[in-house]
């Protein structure tokens, strides 16, 4: 569940369990019993009409819970799937679809020519696994250049396109004349599958920031995040009168490349989204690396354990990572290291790097060189 709702109480619109219900109903039997024959009964765990009313009672707990779930689907904090949609619709809220991924391609030809070679839109290039992708716009390699860069897009909706790092998308499946070679020179990124139910009831919380044109922080932050789905967290300052600065992160702390960086700048300063008078430039926040150097150690008890504690603590060590880069301005915390490695199982730890540092509202923290080392067992 999202930090948002951390303050909101759990409730149950049902308070009972199983066996106390089951108690109840063979409390009332026996008191039915007594009334109408005079005779005190009891019944015992073998007799047949205690399993019966065991079988009604498992009926009806089934139904309560049912009651609970259904009361729950009208709360926020608890509405999954179509009931969460219908949620969100009263306020003008609707569930963001799968995107495609983007990036930006190289054509260049064998040699410079003395006329323009035109390059299609929907000219489609692909990776040597045959993800396919098209160009965005017609594009031209003028008399005399080598070469022209064009936005791309997947062709297939979701994730499947990200990831793709600089020339790995590089075959040219519509051929153009001339053409000697294309190339990505950007990571495809930006595509998402159709959008969680934890992010779009996060979203729904801010969408009455969305009210007003994106004069306020929070509206930045909410077209932002309608925009693409992958955005994660977004920071919006205003260093100068006028100015406003948006920074924003995807999905595992990702930075988002200049194609993306962009599109979003330009959905942000459509002139139904923002105030007249406001400036608004898009960027990624400026990195701020940081190592780690870690040893730790496991108790002589856990010994039979090691593999498990060593499974679990590199785990931790990957959590913590993406979690310290998973928010702009997150202090670099080795107090949080700390924790996710004694949970994991470690018995003490050595932690060299990283020192606490607290970062300013435009910078993220990124892992640079990491050295974890297994200290070997202690006594308890």
């Known amino acids: 569940m999202s930090d948002i709702f951390d303050n909101v109480p759990d409730i149950s619109f049902v308070n009972k369990d199983v066996e106390t219900l089951l108690s109840e109903m063979i409390s009332e039997y026996e008191q039915a019993y007594l009334q109408q024959t005079g005779e005190t009964k009891t019944l015992a765990q073998g007799d047949p009409v205690r399993i019966f009313i065991y079988s009604q009672a498992l009926r009806i707990y089934a139904a309560y819970q049912l009651i609970d779930y259904s009361a729950k689907q009208n709360l926020l904090k608890y509405a999954e799937g179509d009931y969460?949609?219908?949620?969100?619709?009263?306020?003008?809220a609707l569930r963001l679809q799968a995107s495609s991924a983007i990036s930006k391609v190289r054509f260049t030809l064998s040699a410079t020519q003395i006329n323009t070679v035109p390059i299609p839109k929907g000219t489609r290039v692909s990776t040597s696994t045959s993800i396919f992708f098209a160009t965005e716009e017609y594009a031209e390699i003028l008399p005399g250049d080598l070469y022209a860069d064009v936005n791309i897009q997947c062709s297939i909706s979701g994730s499947i396109g990200n990831g793709f790092t600089s020339g790995q998308i590089n075959v040219l499946v519509d051929p153009i004349g001339f053409i000697q070679s294309v190339s990505n020179i950007t990571t495809s990124q930006g595509g998402t599958d159709i959008e969680s139910d934890e992010?779009?009831?996060?979203?729904?919380?801010?969408?009455?920031?969305?009210?007003?044109?994106?004069?306020?922080?929070?509206?930045?932050?909410?077209?932002?995040k309608q925009y693409n789905q992958s955005i994660i967290d977004v920071m919006v300052s205003s260093p100068l009168p006028g100015q406003v600065d948006v920074r924003f992160i995807l999905e595992n702390g990702e930075i988002p490349n200049e194609t993306l960086l962009t599109e979003v700048e330009s959905y942000l300063s459509n002139k139904t989204r923002r105030p007249l008078t406001d400036q608004v430039i898009v960027g990624a926040p400026n990195q701020v690396s940081y190592d780690i150097d870690v040893t730790y150690y496991i108790r002589k008890s856990d010994v039979v354990l090691i593999s498990d504690i060593q499974?679990?603590?590199?785990?931790?060590?990957s959590e913590f990572i993406i979690w310290q880069k998973s928010k702009i301005s997150r202090s670099i915390n080795p107090d949080e290291l700390l924790y996710r490695l004694i949970n994991a199982g470690a018995k003490r730890v050595v932690i060299n790097e990283p020192q606490y540092y607290a970062l300013l509202e435009t910078q993220v923290a990124i892992e640079n060189n990491i050295n974890f080392v297994y200290g070997g067992v202690e006594d308890d």
């Open 84 to 92: 969460l949609d219908n949620i969100g619709v009263r306020i003008g």
């Open 199 to 224: 992010a779009f009831r996060n979203r729904i919380v801010i969408k009455p920031e969305s009210f007003s044109v994106a004069g306020p922080s929070g509206a930045y932050e909410y077209f932002a």
């Open 311 to 317: 499974v679990a603590i590199e785990n931790a060590k």
